[in-house]
Structures are given as C-alpha cells and as structure tokens.
C-alpha cells in the first residue's frame, strides 16, 4: 500500500490479543447410518476439536466405514474391536426402538404440573 493512500489515525484503534485456546478433545458433531439393505450399511461420523465448552466447525475428521457388516467380519480387526463395534450397534438400535416406543406411546410427567383450585 503505497504512503498516498494511507491516513494517519489521531485515535488509533487497539485490539487486545485473543487468549490461546487448546482443544484437547473430539466432539461427535455428525453421526449418519445409511442402511442401503438389510445386509449393507454405511456410518458417517463427523469429528471436530472441542475443548470441554466450545467446539469448532473446523478441521472435520471424516470417518467412513462403507460397509458396517463386512467391518464386523474383517479379521484384521482384533476380537475386541469387533466385539464393541457389535456392542455399539446394539446399543445404538435399543436406542432407536426406544425413541418410536417413546413417540409412539409418550409418557407425560405430572410431577410438576400444580393442579388449580378455586375457593
């Protein structure tokens, strides 16, 4: 920028340094099943910094497994890769009949509700 350009400020503005920020974890911020068939399945989850209160948007670690079911089989895996894989899935298909049960059939929390009487 040439000198010619430039106007010389009488009340210049200051910005104060940011404080540093470590984000030391992952947050699941995308968690897709794609079930093509009842025998071929794909997940997508996505993973971004997160330090405890804040996660960023950026950089995402994509993780793909284009076939859940020949994952499960894959010998390479050790048994106990294999075995919380299939724990997992489980977990997460008990989680899912457990949300229609709910929808299907809501169970409403009176606890709080105050009843009004007149006097």
């Known amino acids: 920028m ?15 340094p940011v404080q540093e920020k ?6 699941l911020s995308h968690f897709r099943i794609n079930s093509q068939s009842p025998d071929k399945a794909t997940i997508v989850a996505h993973l971004v910094p997160y330090n405890g209160s804040d996660a960023l ?36 298909l008990q989680a899912v009949k457990s949300e229609i049960d709910y ?4 169970v409403i929390d009176d606890t709080n509700i105050s009843s009004s009487t007149s006097e």
């Open 2 to 16: 040439s000198d010619f350009t430039q106007i010389i400020s009488d009340n210049p503005i200051i910005i104060p």
């Open 57 to 92: 948007k950026e950089p995402v670690t994509q993780i793909v497994i284009d076939n859940v079911f020949s994952a499960i089989q894959d010998n390479n895996r050790s048994v106990e890769q294999r075995t919380l894989f299939i724990q997992a899935m489980e977990i997460i």
């Open 103 to 106: 929808i299907n059939n809501p």
């Open 22 to 27: 470590v984000y030391d974890k992952k947050w």
